[in-house]
């Protein structure tokens, strides 16, 4: 019988503590507001009732136990049946890219957005490149997505995809009732149904919340992807409060508690984790959201699967010559330590984090790495201005949004990508890109982090949510210099090549639409060839 899983890149350190412990002392500098919401949420969520499961010809009666807790490998995991697994997909062994698919699925995807700018965001180009690796494989793959500007611009947007090779599938449907950009998912459910009524879709995948629970629960082939939750939404919130309260000096005065909107907060998690149920089968981007999941919004374990994103490995790669370009179109001196951080520059990426401790950063370097240090700043938002404050003196380069195919160049420039996410669940295209590119990472030790990116202190660092904490990782990273990152790196590429691929997203995602399909394929059994 064929191995489940994949031989372990490096040791996976047991499961880390909650970061929320490290805001205890600090507690009393946050307003009484937040301090209120937590209090309310912690019964609600554990007195919460759950609603029956709906009927799923896929759900699992196995009543052998899922492995978890312990901090266990997966590899000491020896349950068949794939629904029963809480580790990432990605590790299975019998995904095999070399074997084709037994049969060719009929899918139906529904994404708010798909990429029609030049620079699309990381949402759009998940759902480009999961959906295109999709059908290269062979499967029929309907997308039913917001309308564009013109016909003319959809048009030039499939003609310039990097998939061109990919001439009838995935088939976009982009709406035509609705205004540019806009979703309406009543017109999507329409297009949809009449679609599904000449020939059944053999698995549907929603992008979140694309596809209502209203509609959803007549869906049992249906799979929903969840990039964000509401009590992940209030946890970034604590940080972001945290962050600001404590750069105030002297803190500010007690405020008296708003009762209706704490209420409201926790009325709105205790909402979702209702309407959740009526998915039938949740995929969870990262092992800590599928754990919050499982143990919070309480989804029976064989309705949850964890499938970690992947990144086009023919457009992210370790490109030395590339890097040396795009550093020298920028004034970049050779000796020079270079960090970088790209998205958008938002709040709840962390940039508040990263604007002050780079300012404290010293710039030029220490006894060991005399050559300047820089950061590059790749993206646009609220926070792109102030960085441009901080302009080239400091070592900061603004360089706005990059188009993809900017983007491999931009990233082998680097010795280190940063990332200071304040969201505790997500898990940023971006990190996988920076690996991809063979380059280490700096990012917060969040448990998403920690367990399903960073898996080995070789890869890079971790920091708290706070300025000390981030400020001692970047004096930490210079003082390393380019030599000891670049061995860094190399550790990083080699686990994100195993795990971070399209193609092993892909048949990840296969797999189980497979399994949603028949039961046969809900077994680690390998497809014959």
């Not at 500098?29 to 937590?38: M, Q, S, V």
């Not at 997966?74 to 590790?91: G, H, I, K």
């Not at 189980?512 to 394929?521: A, P, Q, R, V």
Request: charged fraction near 20%; charge should be neutral.
């Amino acid at each position: 019988m064929a191995p489940l899983l994949m031989p372990p890149a490096g040791k996976v350190p047991k499961k880390p503590p909650n970061m929320s412990c490290l805001l205890i002392p600090s507690l009393t500098y946050l307003n009484t507001t937040l301090l209120f919401i937590i209090t309310l949420s912690i019964p609600a969520l554990l007195l919460l009732h759950s609603p029956p499961s709906p009927t799923s010809s896929c759900n699992s009666t196995s009543s052998s136990p899922t492995g978890r807790g312990g901090g266990d490998h997966p590899s000491s995991y020896v349950e068949d049946d794939l629904r029963r697994v809480d580790f990432a997909w990605n590790r299975l062994a019998v995904l095999d890219p070399a074997v084709p698919p037994p049969t060719s699925l009929k899918i139906a995807v529904f994404s708010r957005k798909w990429p029609s700018t030049s620079s699309p965001g990381g949402m759009e180009r998940h759902a480009l490149t999961l959906h295109s690796a999709l059908a290269r494989r062979g499967h029929r793959v309907h997308v039913y997505t917001s309308a564009l500007d013109s016909a003319a611009a959809a048009a030039a947007l499939l003609t310039n995809s990097s998939n061109t090779r990919m001439t009838t599938y995935p088939v976009v449907h982009f709406l035509k009732r609705s205004s540019p950009n806009k979703w309406d998912y009543h017109e999507a459910w329409s297009m949809f149904q009449a679609e599904n009524g000449s020939e059944p879709f053999d698995a549907v995948h929603s992008e979140s919340v694309a596809l209502p629970h209203s509609l959803a629960r007549s869906l049992p082939n249906l799979a929903v992807s969840w990039h964000g939750v509401a009590l992940e939404a209030l946890h970034s919130r604590i940080y972001q409060e945290y962050l600001a309260i404590n750069d105030q000096a002297p803190p500010p005065p007690p405020q008296p508690p708003t009762e209706t909107a704490a209420v409201d907060v926790v009325q709105k998690i205790v909402a979702e984790i209702r309407f959740f149920h009526s998915y039938s089968h949740h995929v969870a981007i990262s092992d800590s959201a599928g754990e919050m999941l499982r143990d919070v919004y309480q989804i029976p374990p064989d309705r949850v699967h964890v499938i970690l994103n992947g990144v086009d490995d023919e457009a992210f790669g370790p490109d030395p010559r590339l890097g040396r370009e795009f550093r020298a179109r920028h004034g970049i001196p050779d000796n020079a330590t270079v960090m970088g951080v790209s998205g958008r520059l938002v709040k709840d990426k962390g940039h508040p984090l990263l604007h002050r401790a780079f300012s404290h950063l010293r710039p030029g370097g220490t006894t060991s790495t005399p050559g300047p240090v820089y950061l590059l700043v790749a993206g646009t938002g609220p926070w792109e201005q102030r960085y441009r404050e901080l302009g080239r003196r400091r070592g900061v380069i603004t360089l706005g949004a990059l188009a993809p195919d900017e983007l491999g160049a931009f990233y082998n420039s680097l010795d280190v990508f940063l990332n200071p996410t304040l969201r505790p669940q997500g898990l940023d295209l971006t990190l996988m890109e920076a690996m991809m590119c063979g380059k280490p990472i700096a990012a917060t030790g969040f448990p998403s982090i920690k367990g399903s990116v960073i898996v080995d202190p070789e890869m890079g660092h971790t920091f708290a949510p706070n300025v000390e904490s981030l400020l001692e990782v970047l004096n930490r990273v210079v003082e390393e210099g380019p030599g000891r990152l670049g061995e860094r790196g190399r550790a990083c590429h080699k686990y994100a090549s195993s795990m971070f691929t399209a193609t092993k997203m892909a048949l990840a995602y296969e797999r189980l639409f497979l399994c949603i399909k028949n039961e046969e394929f809900c077994t680690r059994t390998p497809f014959s060839n």
